[in-house]
Protein backbone atom coordinates (compact mmCIF):
# COMPACT_ATOMS: atom_id res chain seq x y z
CA UNK A 1 0.00 0.00 0.00
CA UNK A 2 1.53 3.36 -0.86
CA UNK A 3 2.20 5.55 2.74
CA UNK A 4 0.06 8.23 1.35
CA UNK A 5 -2.21 10.99 2.67
CA UNK A 6 -4.99 8.82 2.99
CA UNK A 7 -2.80 6.46 5.33
CA UNK A 8 -2.13 9.55 6.95
CA UNK A 9 -5.57 10.85 7.72
CA UNK A 10 -6.79 7.20 8.67
CA UNK A 11 -3.65 7.20 11.16
CA UNK A 12 -4.56 10.42 12.81
CA UNK A 13 -7.89 10.00 12.61
CA UNK A 14 -7.40 6.85 14.56
CA UNK A 15 -5.46 8.54 17.15
CA UNK A 16 -8.16 10.82 17.56
CA UNK A 17 -11.01 8.68 18.30
CA UNK A 18 -8.31 6.92 21.01
CA UNK A 19 -8.15 10.03 22.86
CA UNK A 20 -12.37 10.30 22.68
CA UNK A 21 -13.16 7.59 23.45
CA UNK A 22 -14.66 6.50 27.17
CA UNK A 23 -11.56 4.82 28.57
CA UNK A 24 -9.51 7.85 28.01
CA UNK A 25 -11.34 11.21 28.00
CA UNK A 26 -13.01 11.18 31.27
CA UNK A 27 -9.64 10.58 32.87
CA UNK A 28 -7.39 13.18 30.76
CA UNK A 29 -7.79 15.89 34.49
CA UNK A 30 -6.30 12.85 36.39
CA UNK A 31 -3.84 12.13 33.95
CA UNK A 32 -2.50 16.25 33.88
CA UNK A 33 -2.87 16.03 37.72
CA UNK A 34 -0.81 12.96 38.31
CA UNK A 35 2.01 13.97 35.42
CA UNK A 36 2.48 17.70 36.65
CA UNK A 37 2.25 16.49 40.41
CA UNK A 38 -0.40 19.66 40.76
CA UNK A 39 -3.45 20.01 42.58
CA UNK A 40 -6.54 20.50 40.30
CA UNK A 41 -6.97 24.25 41.91
CA UNK A 42 -3.04 24.38 41.29
CA UNK A 43 -3.93 24.01 37.36
CA UNK A 44 -7.06 26.03 37.44
CA UNK A 45 -5.96 29.21 39.57
CA UNK A 46 -4.42 32.29 38.59
CA UNK A 47 -1.12 32.48 40.63
CA UNK A 48 1.65 31.51 39.30
CA UNK A 49 0.45 31.06 35.84
CA UNK A 50 3.68 31.29 34.30
CA UNK A 51 5.37 28.29 36.82
CA UNK A 52 2.21 26.27 36.20
CA UNK A 53 1.91 26.11 32.68
CA UNK A 54 5.52 25.29 32.29
CA UNK A 55 4.73 22.32 34.28
CA UNK A 56 1.85 21.39 32.48
CA UNK A 57 3.69 21.97 28.74
CA UNK A 58 6.81 20.04 29.81
CA UNK A 59 5.58 17.43 31.68
CA UNK A 60 2.69 16.82 29.33
CA UNK A 61 5.56 16.69 26.05
CA UNK A 62 7.29 14.40 28.05
CA UNK A 63 4.02 12.10 29.16
CA UNK A 64 3.12 12.17 24.64
CA UNK A 65 6.39 11.26 24.31
CA UNK A 66 6.33 7.97 26.50
CA UNK A 67 3.51 6.82 24.63
CA UNK A 68 4.57 7.81 21.24
CA UNK A 69 7.88 6.31 21.80
CA UNK A 70 5.94 2.75 22.57
CA UNK A 71 3.93 2.99 19.89
CA UNK A 72 6.14 4.12 16.98
CA UNK A 73 8.43 1.02 18.37
CA UNK A 74 5.15 -1.32 17.96
CA UNK A 75 4.79 -0.26 14.56
CA UNK A 76 8.21 -0.98 13.45
CA UNK A 77 7.91 -4.47 15.31
CA UNK A 78 4.26 -4.89 13.12
CA UNK A 79 6.05 -4.21 10.13
CA UNK A 80 8.75 -6.50 10.49
CA UNK A 81 6.84 -9.12 11.13
CA UNK A 82 5.05 -8.05 7.90
CA UNK A 83 7.79 -7.97 5.91
CA UNK A 84 9.00 -11.31 7.59
CA UNK A 85 5.72 -12.90 5.77
CA UNK A 86 6.15 -10.80 2.79
CA UNK A 87 4.88 -14.10 0.64
CA UNK A 88 1.75 -13.97 2.03
CA UNK A 89 0.71 -10.21 2.19
CA UNK A 90 -2.11 -10.82 0.44
CA UNK A 91 -3.58 -13.41 2.60
CA UNK A 92 -2.67 -11.47 6.16
CA UNK A 93 -3.79 -8.27 4.37
CA UNK A 94 -7.58 -10.07 4.39
CA UNK A 95 -7.59 -11.07 7.75
CA UNK A 96 -6.51 -8.00 8.51
CA UNK A 97 -9.56 -6.46 7.35
CA UNK A 98 -11.76 -8.79 8.69
CA UNK A 99 -10.47 -8.65 12.30
CA UNK A 100 -10.41 -4.01 11.92
CA UNK A 101 -14.20 -5.19 10.89
CA UNK A 102 -14.65 -7.17 14.13
CA UNK A 103 -12.85 -4.11 16.12
CA UNK A 104 -15.21 -1.91 14.61
CA UNK A 105 -18.27 -4.39 15.29
CA UNK A 106 -16.79 -4.58 19.26
CA UNK A 107 -16.98 -1.32 19.17
CA UNK A 108 -19.53 -0.23 18.53
CA UNK A 109 -21.63 -2.95 20.93
CA UNK A 110 -22.83 -5.18 18.29
CA UNK A 111 -20.69 -7.95 19.25
CA UNK A 112 -18.55 -8.88 22.40
CA UNK A 113 -14.94 -10.13 22.05
CA UNK A 114 -13.70 -11.56 25.41
CA UNK A 115 -10.44 -10.72 24.96
CA UNK A 116 -10.86 -7.36 24.45
CA UNK A 117 -13.25 -6.86 27.78
CA UNK A 118 -10.74 -7.41 30.22
CA UNK A 119 -8.91 -4.26 31.16
CA UNK A 120 -5.23 -4.12 31.19
CA UNK A 121 -3.87 -1.20 33.30
CA UNK A 122 -0.34 -0.62 34.86
CA UNK A 123 -1.31 1.38 38.09
CA UNK A 124 2.04 3.34 39.46
CA UNK A 125 1.20 4.55 42.92
CA UNK A 126 4.27 7.11 43.25
CA UNK A 127 5.40 8.70 39.83
CA UNK A 128 8.83 9.09 39.79
CA UNK A 129 10.11 13.09 39.54
CA UNK A 130 10.54 15.06 36.91
CA UNK A 131 10.12 14.69 32.88
CA UNK A 132 11.74 10.96 33.21
CA UNK A 133 8.75 10.06 35.32
CA UNK A 134 5.87 11.47 33.25
CA UNK A 135 7.61 9.81 30.17
CA UNK A 136 7.89 6.21 32.09
CA UNK A 137 3.86 7.25 32.95
CA UNK A 138 3.42 7.60 29.23
CA UNK A 139 5.25 4.83 28.32
CA UNK A 140 2.66 2.41 30.95
CA UNK A 141 -0.58 4.48 29.42
CA UNK A 142 0.23 2.77 25.93
CA UNK A 143 1.76 -0.70 27.29
CA UNK A 144 -1.69 -1.14 29.34
CA UNK A 145 -4.48 0.79 28.55
CA UNK A 146 -6.88 -1.50 27.04
CA UNK A 147 -9.65 -2.17 25.81
CA UNK A 148 -11.15 0.68 24.35
CA UNK A 149 -7.64 2.10 22.56
CA UNK A 150 -6.37 -1.69 22.07
CA UNK A 151 -9.22 -2.02 19.14
CA UNK A 152 -8.14 1.62 17.33
CA UNK A 153 -4.81 0.76 18.11
CA UNK A 154 -4.65 -2.63 16.80
CA UNK A 155 -6.38 -1.60 13.46
CA UNK A 156 -3.35 1.10 12.37
CA UNK A 157 -0.65 -2.22 13.66
CA UNK A 158 -2.73 -4.17 10.98
CA UNK A 159 -2.45 -1.61 8.46
CA UNK A 160 1.25 -0.79 9.68
CA UNK A 161 2.15 -4.38 8.68
CA UNK A 162 1.19 -4.30 5.22
CA UNK A 163 3.22 -1.14 4.46
CA UNK A 164 6.53 -3.54 3.22
CA UNK A 165 8.59 -0.89 5.09
CA UNK A 166 9.41 -0.39 9.11
CA UNK A 167 10.03 3.39 8.30
CA UNK A 168 6.41 3.83 6.78
CA UNK A 169 5.33 1.52 9.85
CA UNK A 170 6.99 4.22 12.60
CA UNK A 171 5.65 6.38 10.49
CA UNK A 172 1.99 5.59 10.37
CA UNK A 173 2.36 5.16 14.38
CA UNK A 174 3.83 8.40 14.82
CA UNK A 175 0.79 10.18 13.17
CA UNK A 176 -1.35 8.15 15.18
CA UNK A 177 0.32 9.11 18.50
CA UNK A 178 0.24 12.86 17.20
CA UNK A 179 -3.47 12.31 17.07
CA UNK A 180 -4.23 10.85 20.18
CA UNK A 181 -1.31 13.47 21.67
CA UNK A 182 -2.42 16.47 19.77
CA UNK A 183 -5.53 16.97 22.08
CA UNK A 184 -4.44 15.53 24.80
CA UNK A 185 -1.79 18.98 24.86
CA UNK A 186 -4.45 21.09 24.12
CA UNK A 187 -6.73 19.84 27.08
CA UNK A 188 -4.00 20.32 29.38
CA UNK A 189 -3.38 23.38 28.27
CA UNK A 190 -7.03 24.97 28.33
CA UNK A 191 -8.01 22.56 31.23
CA UNK A 192 -11.38 24.47 32.04
CA UNK A 193 -12.53 24.37 28.84
CA UNK A 194 -11.90 20.86 28.14
CA UNK A 195 -14.11 19.98 31.54
CA UNK A 196 -16.86 22.26 30.43
CA UNK A 197 -16.78 20.79 26.76
CA UNK A 198 -16.41 17.14 28.68
CA UNK A 199 -19.37 17.44 30.12
CA UNK A 200 -21.33 18.07 26.64
CA UNK A 201 -19.18 15.23 24.63
CA UNK A 202 -20.40 13.02 27.35
CA UNK A 203 -23.78 12.97 26.13
CA UNK A 204 -23.04 11.89 23.02
CA UNK A 205 -20.72 8.86 23.80
CA UNK A 206 -22.62 6.62 22.35
CA UNK A 207 -22.48 8.17 18.88
CA UNK A 208 -19.08 8.79 19.58
CA UNK A 209 -19.01 4.63 19.92
CA UNK A 210 -20.59 4.12 16.84
CA UNK A 211 -18.77 6.45 14.62
CA UNK A 212 -15.83 5.01 16.19
CA UNK A 213 -16.45 1.63 14.88
CA UNK A 214 -17.72 2.58 11.60
CA UNK A 215 -14.63 4.27 10.92
CA UNK A 216 -13.21 1.35 11.36
CA UNK A 217 -15.54 -1.06 9.21
CA UNK A 218 -14.75 1.07 6.56
CA UNK A 219 -11.44 1.03 6.91
CA UNK A 220 -11.37 -2.73 7.30
CA UNK A 221 -13.31 -3.04 3.89
CA UNK A 222 -10.80 -1.03 2.51
CA UNK A 223 -8.09 -2.89 3.56
CA UNK A 224 -10.01 -6.34 2.67
CA UNK A 225 -10.72 -5.47 -0.84
CA UNK A 226 -7.44 -2.84 -1.15
CA UNK A 227 -9.32 -0.20 -1.83
CA UNK A 228 -7.16 1.89 -0.36
CA UNK A 229 -4.49 1.59 -3.23
CA UNK A 230 -7.10 2.65 -5.57
CA UNK A 231 -7.82 5.78 -3.63
CA UNK A 232 -4.77 6.84 -3.13
CA UNK A 233 -3.34 6.17 -6.75
CA UNK A 234 -6.80 7.88 -7.43
CA UNK A 235 -6.03 11.51 -5.56
CA UNK A 236 -2.00 11.21 -7.00
CA UNK A 237 -3.22 10.70 -10.53
CA UNK A 238 -5.26 14.14 -9.91
CA UNK A 239 -2.99 16.33 -8.43
CA UNK A 240 -4.90 15.98 -5.10
CA UNK A 241 -3.66 15.79 -1.56
CA UNK A 242 -0.03 15.15 -0.28
CA UNK A 243 2.04 12.24 0.30
CA UNK A 244 4.84 11.58 2.72
CA UNK A 245 8.15 9.26 1.40
CA UNK A 246 10.01 7.95 3.92
Not at 41 to 63: H, Q
Not at 163 to 176: I, P, Q, R
Not at 180 to 187: K, Y
Not at 217 to 243: E, Y
Amino acid sequence: MDYSHISIFVAFSAGFLSFVSPCVLPLVPSFVTYITGLTFEDITSAKEKTRVRYITITNSLAFIGGFSFVFILLGASATFIGEAFLAYQDIIQKIGGILIVLFGLYIMGVIKLNFLSSEKKFHIENKPAGFIGSFLVGMAFAAGWTPCVGPILGTILLYASTTGSVAKGMGLLAVYSLGLGLPFFISALAINTFIATFKVITRYMRWINILSGAFLILVGIMIFTDSLTFITAWFQKHGIGWSVEL
